[in-house]
Each structure stands twice: as C-alpha cells, then as structure tokens.
C-alpha cells in the first residue's frame, strides 16, 4: 500500500476557489476561463514539484432557479516518480439567504495516478525490490467532491471534502494507493477604508485529512479594484511558519493577472515557489432591470 502525495496548497487560493470548492462555480455572475500554475523550489532539487490547472465555470439560470456549471482539469507532479491527473464536470445549486447567496456544489469526475518505476534509482549493491514496480504504471478512479460556499457582498465562507469516497487506486497486482479525503475551509472579509479607493481584504486558507493540517493568513490591500498587493504566512502543525508569501496582482477591464512568491523559513530549500494566475471574464448579457445577484468580492 502506497500513500498518495500530500494535495497541493495554492498560495493564491482567493483565485482558485473553484479548484476547491465545487460550489464556487457560477458564483461570480459571469464567465470565467482561469489556468493557474505552481512552480515548487526551483532551482533547489532536480524534478521540483510542479501543479497546474485549468478551469472555467458560468451562472445558469433554468426557470426561475439559479445554477451555475463548470469544469476542471489538474495536473499535479510531486517528484519524478509520482504524477496526477483529474478531471471534472462541476454543478452548483444557489439559493438566497439572509444577505448573501448559499451555494451547495457536487464535482463529479475521475483521478489518474502514475507511478513511474522506471525512475526509480538503485544503487549497485541493491537488488530490485519485487513489490515496487520497475516501470511505468497507472491506475484511475472515480472522484467525488462536495462544498457549500456563501457570499455577500462583504464576505465568503466556503467549505468543502475533495475525494469524497477516499478511493483505492490499484496500479498493477501488487501495487496499490490510497488517496486520503481532504476537507478545505476557505473565509474572506472586505474591510472598507476611510479612502474609497482602498479596500483591506484579510482572508483565510486552512486544509486537512484530520490526521495533519496546514493553513495560510492573508491581507491584500486592493486599490481601485484594479491593483493588489499583500502578504501572508504558510502555517502547518509539524514545522509551525514555513513560509512568507508575496502577492501582485492587476485586473484590467476582463483580464485578471496574479503572482506569489514564497519565502521559505525552514530548512527543507533556500528556494522559493513561483506561482502564476491569469483569467478572462466574458460578461453574460443579463435581463433588462435586473442587477447580477451573483457579484462576489472574490473576484477582483
């Protein structure tokens, strides 16, 4: 039995709720195409671990019900040995409440994991051990997700489990691996400053399997809803603060542009990790005299 790499932690998880949160989708009132790609200690370790997904989701309005629709696809490379691909068709169920809209989402879609024996590495002295396999070998499953995620105009609050089913992948025989469930909680608030131009945006990452957790804290200050900038730390229960995160970013008419950077602060690499985002929004046209019920301050 094998135990699958630890998920991937975007530091810029504010943009990439939807790769989260299966109930994001739709959330924005438009629609939205977003890739976002994550570049671990470069330069520190041959075969640095590398993420990436692309994503789009949009509202959808069927009688007098608001829905919203979208679609994932994720690449996940933690060493040269272990690769992941998944995929998924995303479907969210709004409904207002109070201030705000409550959005309840399913993800529905499949996981593929590789184990590439034939990069493993043996010493001479070492003999081939008959239970790793010694090429390349791959094995998929089904994949659920569920989340709820509420927003006002103020604020969100999301939560959600990714491989609902904790699925066993076997990869040939004797080979197996477990993908452990894993629960993401997502908060942000908007904090109105005496300059109406400048808006305070504190907000808050935390995930686990219930057997170890980490978690990042975040404050971007966003001036006239086009340019951002911030900080945040990287807090995990085994290492305490393990990073300093840098954030940039710009959104210019349906263009949106992100950038962290992560200063480590333990000893595991003197490097840091790239992390890039970019999106397109196409506005929907929308009935005559109705207002876009769907705005969140998410997206910005």
Known sequence: MMQAQQEVGF????????????????????????TQSRLQWIGAINNAPMTAFVAADMPWKYGRKEHGI????????????????NFGAQYAYKKKLGKGILSAGLQIGFLSETFRGDSVKLGEAE???????????????????????????????????????APKI??????EMKIDRVYNITFGYNILTRNPLFELQPSLFVQTNLQMAAGDVTARLVYNKMYNGGLGIRIDDMAGI???????????????????????TTV???????ELMLSYQIELEK??????RHKSIRIL
């Open 11 to 34: 530091s810029q998880y504010f943009t990439a709720m939807g790769y989260y949160n299966p109930a994001y989708a739709g959330t924005s009132g438009a629609m939205n195409v977003l």
């Open 170 to 175: 076997s990869l040939e025989e004797n080979m």
């Open 127 to 165: 003999e081939e051990d008959p239970i790793i396999a010694q090429s390349s070998v791959n094995g998929k499953t089904l994949d659920i997700a569920l989340g709820l995620y509420y927003s006002t105009d103020k604020l969100y609050f999301g939560i959600s489990s990714a491989h609902l089913m």
């Open 287 to 292: 009935p005559k005299g109705k207002r876009n």
């Open 268 to 274: 595991i690499s003197k490097m840091g990790s790239h």
């Open 70 to 85: 979208g679609i994932i696809a994720s690449y996940d490379k933690a060493s040269s040995l272990f690769q992941r691909i």
């Open 242 to 264: 393990n990073a300093v995160i840098l954030f940039l970013g710009a959104n210019i008419k349906r263009v949106r542009f992100g950038y962290a950077y992560d200063f480590p």
